[in-house]
């Protein structure tokens, strides 16, 4: 069992930046490919970024592309968002998780990962 904790959510101005951090309670963290998700107000979850229990290999979101970077130190058993140049549009709860399974694909269901309780992003115009 891994407990997720998801921080530095909050109001940021259309164009700057917001770093999210996500704290794993169990050093097998390390092991887990780790995600970040968002879901909007009356939208489905969506997959945001992910990254390999290395470090390497990031994947994202074509919304997010070029935006956003995904990193992780697993000494400290943590995973970051760093969201840069931030749009109204990427107002949304956001969700860190870590599964075995690769979170990027279009089939990913979620049901096998642990996960986050989530922290408000709000991005005003």
């Given at each position: 069992?891994?407990?997720?904790?998801e921080s530095g959510g909050g109001l940021a101005q259309a164009g700057g930046p917001l770093n999210?951090?996500?704290a794993a309670s169990e050093?097998?963290?390390?092991?887990?490919?780790?995600?970040?998700?968002?879901?909007?107000?009356?939208?489905?979850?969506?997959f945001?970024?992910?990254?390999?229990?290395?470090?390497?290999r990031p994947h994202y979101a074509d919304s997010v592309k070029g935006r956003?970077?995904?990193?992780?130190?697993n000494a400290k058993n943590t995973m970051y968002?760093?969201?840069?140049n931030l749009k109204p549009e990427d107002t949304a709860v956001y969700?860190?998780?870590?599964?075995s399974i690769p979170p990027w694909y279009n089939d990913y269901d979620g049901r096998s990962a642990f996960?986050?309780?989530g922290t408000q992003v709000t991005v005003s115009s």
């Open positions: 069992q891994v407990r997720l904790v999210l951090s996500c050093r097998t963290f390390e092991t887990y490919i780790g995600g970040w998700f968002r879901q909007a107000p009356g939208k489905e979850r969506e945001v970024a992910a990254i390999s229990w290395s470090g390497g956003f970077s995904i990193s992780r130190d968002l760093q969201m840069n969700y860190c998780n870590a599964d996960w986050g309780q």
